[in-house]
């Protein structure tokens, strides 16, 4: 498969020089541009300052329309520009940036011109927002090459459709496309999980079972939501990758597999390093490559391509005629907490209830979630009323999000909500959370 980019428009980014002022650096400086620029302890990054007081990686820069934006990466002891620690800042003017007892410098320069694709798409993903145009560039330079790529994004973003894509547009195309779900694999089995395991090698191990890195060899592997791999097989997920041969549990001999790494996550997994929940240099070795996926709130104008897109892919072109404005413009009033995957399933109800006349998208959108402009809290409302509009609302999304993160497994979702069963399903039959028929009955009936 390969990737569609229509013509070309250039933007204005202003970047800018950093200088190491105060400390010892690898470099005494560096140019600012449209590529993030990461500054911190670990070797990897771009600028490495040698301050124990400095986290593995710190902070990062890099140019943007509105100026060079200074993000700390949830360091242990802060990033300040004067005598405020900043979390994100746009800087145009001069600025000594402090992080730990070392000074940079940021002297910002003029603006300078880079190419984007104008309207683009990438496979069977398409918008016109600058920041999914930016997104498919990427991906676009990414595919021919067997770099790590490291996705993130909010749950519902289309991680696991952007890793299907590039494995489409690269040279694997014709071989596997595995996918390893991290999240859903318990912490004592994720070794053979990942790697595989002999008959007998342990308790249980009644077959022998093959690792998913063999299933992709020639392919690629695809590691979803990586932060939730325990972090004692992360040294042995690190050697496979660096090595390309992994040892099944039980084995006494290690395979040769060729895999290309795409690996995803939800975690801020930066801030996981700086914790010690998250080694620094797994992280280093899978984010070869990095791409982040803006929220849907943050590209609405994107949300009529996508309808477009969808019904097209449910296989029934002529139905886009048939959807009004007025309820696409509804459709970009929406704050969309499920994201793309949100907008899917709108789009797929509507189309199974609406078989013809006009069709109405926002009438599907899920209960007790407005736009943001309908959901002001002082629009005629007490402050009662409003308080309990605005609770109504963080309940809905915070069970949506946990439902599709469990894929519906109650049971999981009251250990991460430090919940009881009863009052979780409670939650979800109040907000119309899923389908009542699956946890309406005990989660042992499901496994």
Known sequence: ME?????????????????????????????V?????????????DLVLDDRKVSAVHMELVATEKGVRVRDLGSRNGTFVGDTRIAEVYLTKHASIALGESVVELVPSGPSEVEVPDVAGFGPLVGHSQGMRAVFERLK?????????????ETGTGKELVAQALHEA??????????VDCGAIPPTLAESALFGHERGSFTGA????????????????FLDEL??????????LLRALAEGRIKPVGSNSYRPVNVRVVAATRRDLVREVNAGTFRSDLYFRVAQIKLELPALRYRLEDVPVLVRRMIEDLE???????????????????DWPGNVRELRNVVAVALAFTKEGPIDLAAHLAPLTTSAAESAPTRGRTFQDAKREVLARFEREYFMDLYAECSGNVSEIGRRAA??????????????????????????DRG
């Open 170 to 179: 690269s040279a694997r195309a014709h071989k596997p496309f595995v996918v």
């Open 419 to 444: 919940m009881e069963r009863a009052h979780v399903r409670g939650y979800l039959r109040r907000h119309g959370v899923g389908d009542p028929s699956r946890y309406g009955r005990d989660d042992k």
């Open 33 to 45: 541009g449209a590529d993030t620029v990461v500054v911190g302890r670990n070797d990897a990054c």
């Open 206 to 221: 009644v077959d022998r079972r093959v690792s998913p890195f063999v299933e992709a060899d020639g392919g690629t592997i």
């Open 141 to 153: 330079k990414a595919a021919p090459t067997d770099l790590t790529v490291l996705i993130t994004g």
């Open 316 to 334: 029934d072109k002529s139905a886009y005629a048939r959807v009004a404005s007025e309820s696409l413009e509804r459709l970009m009033r929406h």
């Open 227 to 236: 932060g939730e791999l325990p972090l004692d097989v992360q040294p042995k």
């Open 3 to 31: 990737s569609t980019i229509a013509t070309r428009a250039r933007v204005e980014v202003r970047g800018g020089k950093l200088t190491v002022s105060k400390g010892a650096g690898s470099r005494k400086a560096l140019e």
